[in-house]
């Protein structure tokens, strides 16, 4: 199943696709927004597809759309996870993985801009997978871990450079409002190989391919990122881990590549989407 979170006269509301459209209806109609519709092993969320079957016919065109979990309790976001991009940023590839988080503050929905701020000129694209968590729990085993992924999206980690290294953290240059792009909907496991697996990830800037990588080249997969997650906190419904981008950031090139205002950026997963969006002013 494919779900998108929308909003339009009568509030936000949650859509599944059937076939190449959407059927939606207002949140409060079917009890809870799409985060809530998760964690009980795909039991609410079934129940919302079937009530779904015969709802009004929803043109994406029409509604302003919304992140997939428009507020996550948690973005936990991981660096340096393939290989080519560690040794491109000046690190060895990690043994633990580099853990940094995101703020809901951030994010964009697909089509919404990404904000270049006026306090830097160093917006970089970063294209990720998003790994979005259904059913709860804590030091989940890794021969557990996938049946805790509810879907999989589309993420770009959009990154102010210059303040990302003005610490020992990166937290300060990776959750600017405006710069984490997230959709373009939810894709649930049942259409993609187990663990989004084998994937052709691609990111494009002004038409032109930038970054393009198969997700089987991630250091930890993502059912050893839920394990070690989960072995210092819970991880709960609704909550995504964007899983490290690959090589090909504007940083690392020679002059670096800034994404500026007028700029179009689009990131594509195969099978979850592509995730397309305009460069704004913050």
């Known amino acids: 199943m494919r779900w998108m979170t929308y909003r339009d006269a009568a509030g936000e509301g949650v859509a599944c696709a059937f076939g190449e459209s959407y059927r939606g209806l207002p949140?409060?109609?079917?009890?809870?927004?799409?985060?809530g519709l998760?964690?009980?092993d795909g039991a609410r969320l079934a129940q919302a597809a079937r009530a779904l079957q015969s709802a009004p016919w929803i043109d994406p065109l029409a509604v302003t759309r919304l992140p997939p979990i428009p507020r996550p309790g948690k973005i936990i976001c991981i660096g340096l996870n393939y290989?080519?991009?560690s040794r491109e940023s000046g690190f060895e590839p990690p043994a633990y993985p580099a853990v940094f988080a995101r703020y809901a503050s951030s994010l964009v929905a697909h089509g919404a801009p990404i904000l270049s701020p006026p306090e830097s000129g160093q917006l970089d694209y970063e294209g990720e997978l998003a790994v979005v968590i259904g059913r709860p729990g804590r030091r989940i085993a890794e021969t557990d871990a996938l049946s805790h992924v509810a879907g999989y999206a589309a993420f770009n980690d959009a990154s102010i450079r210059d303040f990302?290294?003005?610490?020992t953290q990166w937290t300060m240059g990776k959750t600017f409002d405006g710069t984490g792009a997230f959709g373009p909907e939810l894709v649930t496991p049942d259409e993609l190989p187990p663990g989004a697996a084998a994937l052709r990830l691609e990111t494009r800037l002004n038409g032109k391919?930038?970054?393009?990588?198969?997700?089987?080249?991630?250091?930890?997969g993502v059912a050893r990122?839920?394990?070690l997650l989960s072995e210092v906190m819970?991880?709960?419904p609704?909550?995504?881990?964007?899983s490290g981008t690959p090589a090909g950031i504007g940083a690392a090139r020679t002059p670096p590549l800034w994404m500026v205002p007028g700029d179009q950026v689009e990131v594509e997963i195969e099978g979850v989407g592509r995730l397309s969006n305009p460069i704004g002013r913050g």
Do not use: N
Request: charged share 20%; net charge negative; proline share 0%.
């Open 38 to 40: 998760l964690g009980d």
């Open 164 to 167: 990302q290294m003005r610490s």
């Open 83 to 85: 290989a080519d991009h």
């Open 27 to 35: 949140a409060s109609d079917l009890g809870s927004d799409l985060a």
């Open 209 to 220: 391919v930038v970054q393009s990588a198969s997700t089987d080249e991630l250091i930890f």
């Open 238 to 242: 609704g909550d995504v881990i964007v």
């Open 234 to 236: 819970t991880l709960e």
């Open 225 to 227: 990122l839920v394990a």
